[in-house]
């Protein structure tokens, strides 16, 4: 009986030993390097002129529409939260038309804003895992 015990308690410690010693699993950060532009309703063509995102939902701001290089690149499904450097953390919910390459646009709630926001270059988007 003690024999059995003390049996049990080493390979009780050596399962221990090796879920401990295991590796731990790495965050992957994927990123890439965009242009990004503002957009508003009534602005361009498609759904996003009717305020509907290509996700389905209403238009709003804190929502970018993402090149489908860069869905496809970052693996981004819609409701995925991305990084733009310097411009904060938003939502993917609407994606651009088929030609449009390495671009991101921010939604904004006016077309003053857009305007003023501009074209930013070589901006990193980061997905937040």
Do not use: W
């Amino acid at each position: 009986m003690k024999k059995m015990a003390l049996i049990c308690l080493l390979l009780l410690c050596f399962l221990g030993v090796g879920v401990m010693g295991s590796p731990r699993p790495t965050m992957c950060v994927t990123m890439s390097i965009v242009t990004v532009t503002a957009y508003h309703p009534g602005v361009y063509g498609g759904h996003s002129a009717r305020g509907i995102t290509a996700s389905g939902i209403r238009v709003r701001e804190g929502i970018v529409a993402v090149s489908r290089d860069i869905e496809k690149n970052l693996n981004l499904g819609f409701g995925d939260r991305v990084l733009l450097h310097g411009l904060g953390v938003f939502d993917f919910q609407d994606r651009m038309a088929a030609h449009v390459r390495k671009k991101v646009d921010v939604f904004m709630k006016t077309k003053k804003k857009a305007i003023r926001f501009g074209v930013r270059r070589h901006v990193v988007l980061v997905k937040l895992v």
